[in-house]
């Protein structure tokens, strides 16, 4: 169980001026964890396309919400609208948290 507590981090939902932490949040996941599908520099993200990401929220068919700590982002639900016709009822949910973190409720909230 971590030390930490969820009331000492705050979730919202991320704005553009997050690519840079999420692009630095997604490289330490990749590397802590073998619970996260890419290893690490597999998916090759950039920041600008963190911030095409990020545009996609305006739109309603992508929801990124960002958890902080102290104003270090220490995980992530990345919520977006399946694109086929047949599965426009769905999503797809990818959900990352700092080993750190790991254990405090953050993934549950």
Known sequence: MSELSQDESTLRPATASA??????????????????????????LTASDVE?????????????????RDGELIGY???RRAGLQRLAHGAFLELGISKLHWGAGLGKR
């Open 77 to 79: 639900v990345d919520i």
């Open 52 to 68: 095409d990401r990020l545009a996609e929220c305006s739109n309603g068919s992508r929801h990124i919400l960002i958890a902080q």
């Open 19 to 44: 690519a840079d932490g999420l692009l630095s949040l997604f490289s330490r996941l990749e590397r802590e964890t073998p619970f996260f599908p890419w290893m690490p520099g597999e998916r090759g």
